[in-house]
């Protein structure tokens, strides 16, 4: 079955340091990945999402993700953090099927110091 | 831009109360899902639609129904709430196929509820 590990709950992180959010997936095909982004009491927001060709993604606010298969990672990069990006990241996995269900992580809470 | 919009954004009802969550999306898509969302656990599929008048169950069912009688318009229905179902519920939308970005689901704000 499908799955989708964040193995970080929580992290802090100073502004103006680089960021990276962990996310695993458990799938037997290529996946298609996402990373979404949630700021308090919103919706989700697509960051930014895989489905072939370069295993570099770039997204929204300077956001880029790597698919590596053999790891079966697709980490969340940022090279320099700004206070608004406290919010909480969700990576999802899906399959390309017909009715397009997502397998949504736990979700990692990014808190940014001053 | 695709947009995705639910009807109330807090809602308190009382226990036993038949309580309606309404979404609209306005970019034509075929896929509309329901989801809550509590600390720890993610964002958990409650129902699926990928037609007017066609749903599936997601991974947690029990206690809801849902309702789409129009292409725009997904309704989630508590039949008689409880306090368990407190929760915030995201409604989300997506076009079908089977083409990479079909898979691409795009959220509302969300609906925090809460049942007392």
């Keep these: 079955a499908q799955s989708v590990t964040q193995p970080d709950i929580h992290i802090t992180v100073s502004e103006g340091a680089s960021l990276e959010l962990r996310c695993n997936y458990s799938y037997g095909a290529t996946p298609y990945l996402f990373w979404y982004v949630q700021s308090p009491g919103q919706g989700l927001q ?9 295993t570099l993604v770039q997204g929204i606010k300077g956001f880029e ?6 790891q079966s990672s697709f980490n969340l990069r940022k090279p320099s953090v700004h206070w608004s990006d406290a919010a909480e990241y969700f990576c999802a996995v899906g399959h390309g099927g017909a ?4 397998i949504f992580g736990t979700g990692t ?4 110091q001053p | 831009d695709v947009k995705v919009t639910q009807s109330s954004r807090y809602l308190v009802k009382r226990t036993g109360e038949k309580v309606f969550l309404e979404c609209v999306q306005d970019m034509d898509h ?25 749903k599936e169950k997601g991974d947690i069912p029990e206690g809801y ?6 292409k725009e318009r997904f ?3 508590l039949e008689s709430a409880s ?4 929760s915030m519920y995201l409604c989300a939308s997506s076009w079908a196929g089977t083409s990479g970005d079909t898979d691409t689901q795009y959220f509302g704000p969300g609906t925090r509820l809460t049942v007392l």
């Design chain 1, 65 to 70: 993700a790597e698919f590596k298969r053999s």
């Design chain 2, 83 to 86: 306090t368990n179902q407190t």
């Design chain 1, 109 to 112: 809470l990014l808190a940014v």
């Design chain 2, 75 to 77: 309704s989630l229905i």
């Design chain 2, 65 to 70: 129904s849902v309702s789409r009688e129009k």
């Design chain 1, 99 to 102: 009715t397009n269900k997502l």
């Design chain 2, 30 to 54: 075929e896929n509309m899902f329901w989801y809550r969302q509590d600390p720890g656990l993610g964002l958990r599929l409650i129902y699926f639609s990928y037609d007017v008048k066609m």
């Design chain 1, 46 to 54: 697509l960051l930014l999402k895989y489905f072939s060709g370069d």
